[in-house]
């Protein structure tokens, strides 16, 4: 199975703040990475898919980068409601998920 | 309305079995992708089943011959019959449906449902 290895495991930030979250996979996987937004006792919530495209109703505050082996998630102007745990998937396989990245009020 | 709702979770003794249900409303089941994630308590996501369009499944080595995907075309019903289960099987378990036949992305999750195996 492909691994995917998320930094850092958890994050302090403030509202405004611009935050970077990334994510490795073991090998190279083209584009197909996808980022979920999860809150306490919520289903997870798909941001981007295949690396960069974002999923309607998402704000425009977030945005993904990457190809091959490093992506990144990128959240500018944090918000209130931003304070959430992260994933990204690959989908170049059967799928895998990152370990999460939890952004705290710092 | 376009949803999934899942049922079937409970407390269950170690060895015992359950299966899930994921109703859908508002797509087919049998046309798209579907999966099966858990999440252990405090813990990350992690894939435990899938099934394509076409039919054709995949389990997590963790699972593999242990648990079965299948769904029900009558019903637009996923489900994830599970077996021999063990504690650390212990999580709450969404079913989520990819965005396309690849599944790059589940733009739709189920509201999810706790299993628990424990003595």
């Known amino acids: 199975d492909i691994q995917m290895t998320q930094s850092p495991s958890s994050l302090s930030a403030s509202v405004g703040d611009r935050v970077t979250l990334t994510c490795r996979a073991s090998?190279?996987?083209?584009?197909?990475v996808n980022w979920y937004q999860q809150k306490p006792g919520k289903a997870p919530k798909l941001l981007i898919s295949?690396?960069?495209s974002l999923q309607s109703g998402v704000p425009s505050r977030f945005s993904g980068s990457g190809s091959g082996t490093d992506f990144t998630l990128i959240i500018s102007n944090l918000q209130p409601e931003d304070f959430a745990s992260y994933y990204c998937q690959q989908s170049y396989g059967t799928p895998t998920f990152g370990g999460g990245t939890k952004v705290e009020i710092k | 309305e376009v949803q999934l709702v899942e049922s079937g979770g409970g407390l269950i003794q170690p060895g015992g079995s359950l299966r899930l249900s994921c109703a859908a409303s508002?797509?087919?089941?049998?046309?798209?992708?579907m999966i099966w994630v858990r999440q252990a308590p405090g813990k990350g996501l992690e894939w435990v089943s899938l099934i394509y369009s076409t039919g054709i499944t995949f389990y997590a080595d963790s699972v593999k011959g242990r648990f079965t995907i299948s769904r029900d075309n009558s019903k637009n019903t996923l489900y994830l019959q599970m077996n021999s289960l063990r504690v650390e099987d212990t999580a709450v378990y969404y079913c989520?449906?990819?965005?396309?036949?690849?599944?790059?992305?589940?733009?739709?999750w189920g509201q999810g449902t706790v299993v628990s195996v424990s003595s």
């Open positions: 090998q190279h996987i083209d584009n197909y």
């Open positions: 989520a449906k990819g965005t396309n036949i690849r599944g790059d992305g589940f733009d739709l």
């Open positions: 295949v690396a960069s």
């Open positions: 508002g797509f087919t089941v049998s046309s798209n992708y």
